[in-house]
């Protein structure tokens, strides 16, 4: 196992981080962290480069406890703030990091101009960093983290300053850096995104891991199906509800998730046994995001909202 | 990996115009005082110059108010370059890509350290040998004990650095300004006390002093320097002022000080070793 945690738990004094997070991510997996803001996405990959320390739990990192410094030589870090020392110039910000992992100067200079060429920075590297756009600090972030040719690359939210051409050519990145057999923890709200590059994704919501599996698994069983009905009446809705299907309108569509094919009929016979005109019925293919919308709509507010005596209070 | 993050703790105060502009201002500060000290010459020396034991002691009253400013602006530059020095990396974040990396806690803050320790005495050597070279120039006055002069002088820069150093490992940066200026202030006025204790023989004031001078021993240290200075076998004369001192801290005093920021600088790498970022 490239990240292995079991029971990692992390408080802010009485406010929750994460809780009891179990993962196991293995060599040549691209993994997909999804979560919402303050759920604990970003607590859990501190607590594996190091920069906070967990209250309860432990965790390996390419077979080594957390912090190990000959890990730390093996792992590429983007944090999701990407803030360097904007009075650098791109090129010497790449030189301090590569001093860092203590690479040599040949080779580190070599591999400067490699990562530089693999974020599309060539060119731009000796103008200072303060008159970088956000985007180019990001991909600036994501070349220092290139640098040391991780074994892990542990990726905050790596597009959330880039234009949706900069997006495309770093999901390009993480794919190509995954058939080299790279292992990836991609941090992202970014759906689409983690459903075109990953292929196993754990979701967390309130500091817990609610779900987590391949990407194909947990699409599995979930089919939403699209319906244009006539004369469509509270009774229909009613009684798609009553039968646990819950639907929902978007414009003349009506919508409703099921958990497997053989619904797909009694769906159907709901509609016009209530006098509804069935002109349509498409089932679509489920997508990620509609996943992570019904999982994270169901309960409420965060975990992470909550102090630490109302979790033990309510346990 | 210490030498590294003290070359960029070098590099970074250079970036910085804030920077240039006190060498600017210190430039003008040492210009200011030789002017005044030239005019003050002029008439001194109708006196007899420096041979004169009333000249002797209004030169040692100008060196010492150029020495008490000198060392007002070498405290303020140690705390305020220092002041956000892990502190502020912490609210901007660049210090999560850094603390990622391959490198010890304690290798950070000992090459900030460094860094710091490094231009801090270089800008106080030149300010030191700049006042006490003027006054030469001008005066011909010839201050005794240099070296330990220069000894409790560079001690000063260097205890304000790692009690910011210290304070921007669990404050923020503007709480620790706050913090380490008004310790500055404590040793500062702590020192007065002391003096006028020892001048009305009051034991209480003289304690009030010793133990402020303990809390933050910059000012025991500008105490011990001016006395040295301006004292000894070739100046016979106690230069009493507002900026002298007739009352000296003894020896003991900068061995507590090395203690005290040696002391320090643990307290910082073990707060920093704990801290979540």
């Known amino acids: 196992m490239v990240i292995k945690t079991e029971g990692l738990t992390k408080w802010y004094g009485n406010k929750l981080g994460c809780r009891d997070i179990c993962l196991s991510v293995s060599e040549g997996q691209v993994f997909g962290f999804l979560g919402q803001n303050g759920a604990g996405k970003s607590t859990l990959v501190k607590m594996l480069v190091g920069l906070i320390f967990p209250t309860s739990g432990r965790a390996e990192i390419l077979g080594r406890p957390l912090g190990d410094r000959e890990v730390k030589k093996r792992i590429g870090f983007l944090p999701e703030t990407f803030r360097y020392q904007e009075w650098l110039t791109g090129y010497q910000l790449m030189k301090f990091h590569a001093s860092l992992y203590k690479m040599p100067g040949s080779a580190g200079r070599e591999r400067i101009e490699e990562v530089l060429q693999l974020v599309r920075l060539k060119g731009h590297e000796h103008y200072k960093i303060r008159t970088y756009s956000k985007g180019m600090q990001q991909r600036l972030g994501l070349a220092a983290a290139l640098l040391p040719d991780p074994d892990l690359l542990i990726l905050d939210e790596p597009t959330s300053a880039m234009d949706p051409l900069g997006r495309k050519e770093v999901r390009d990145l993480i794919l190509k850096l995954k058939s080299a057999g790279k292992t990836i923890f991609l941090n992202s709200h970014l759906l689409s995104e983690v459903e075109v590059v990953c292929d196993h994704v754990a979701l967390i919501k309130k500091g817990r891991i609610i779900a987590g599996g391949s990407i194909g698994e947990l699409k599995a069983g979930k089919i939403e199906v699209e319906m244009i009905i006539g004369n469509y009446n509270d009774v229909i809705n009613r009684s798609l509800a009553e039968k646990g299907y819950k639907p929902w309108r978007e414009n003349e569509r009506v919508m409703v998730t099921v958990d497997s094919r053989d619904k797909i009929p009694v769906i159907a016979e709901i509609v016009i046994n209530n006098g509804g005109s069935l002109y349509r019925l498409t089932p679509l293919h489920n997508s990620l995001e509609n996943l992570f919308l019904e999982l994270m709509q169901e309960g409420g507010e965060n975990d992470a909202d909550h102090c630490r005596d109302d979790l033990q209070g309510s346990a | 990996m210490m030498l590294i993050i003290a070359g960029m703790t070098f590099r970074e105060v250079l970036s910085k115009k804030i920077f240039y502009i006190v060498l600017v201002l210190t430039a003008m500060f040492l210009v200011v005082y030789g002017i005044a000290l030239h005019f003050a010459v002029q008439d001194?020396?109708?006196?007899?110059?420096?041979?004169?034991?009333?000249?002797?002691?209004?030169?040692?009253?100008?060196?010492?108010?150029?020495?008490?400013?000198?060392?007002?602006?070498?405290?303020?530059?140690?705390?305020?370059?220092?002041?956000?020095?892990?502190?502020?990396?912490?609210?901007?974040?660049?210090?999560?890509?850094?603390?990622?990396?391959?490198?010890?806690?304690?290798?950070?803050?000992?090459?900030?350290?460094?860094?710091?320790?490094?231009?801090?005495?270089?800008?106080?050597?030149?300010?030191?040998?700049?006042?006490?070279?003027?006054?030469?120039?001008?005066?011909?006055?010839?201050?005794?004990?240099?070296?330990?002069?220069?000894?409790?002088?560079?001690?000063?820069?260097?205890?304000?650095?790692?009690?910011?150093?210290?304070?921007?490992?669990?404050?923020?940066t503007m709480a620790n300004g706050i913090m380490v200026f008004m310790l500055y202030i404590i040793g500062m006025v702590g020192g007065m006390v002391e003096q006028i204790g020892s001048m009305i023989e009051n034991t209480a004031l003289v304690n009030i002093g010793i133990l402020s001078s303990l809390v933050m021993p910059s000012d025991a240290l500008y105490r011990k320097m001016v006395f040295g200075l301006l004292t000894g076998p070739d100046n016979p004369v106690t230069a009493f002022n507002p900026f002298s001192t007739m009352y000296p801290p003894s020896g003991i005093m900068t061995v507590y000080t090395i203690a005290y920021l040696l002391i320090v600088l643990f307290a910082a790498i073990r707060i920093f070793n704990r801290r979540d970022i």
Do not use: D, H
């Open chain 2, 44 to 172: 001194i020396n109708k006196w007899g110059g420096v041979r004169n034991i009333q000249a002797r002691l209004i030169f040692s009253q100008l060196l010492s108010l150029g020495l008490y400013f000198s060392t007002f602006m070498v405290a303020l530059m140690a705390v305020f370059s220092t002041v956000g020095s892990v502190s502020g990396e912490i609210e901007t974040g660049t210090i999560q890509a850094v603390i990622a990396k391959p490198l010890k806690r304690s290798e950070l803050i000992l090459g900030k350290f460094l860094g710091y320790t490094v231009m801090m005495l270089s800008y106080s050597i030149v300010i030191y040998l700049g006042i006490l070279g003027i006054t030469f120039i001008s005066t011909g006055y010839e201050p005794s004990g240099l070296f330990s002069g220069l000894t409790s002088f560079l001690l000063i820069p260097l205890l304000l650095l790692v009690v910011s150093l210290c304070g921007s490992t669990f404050l923020s």
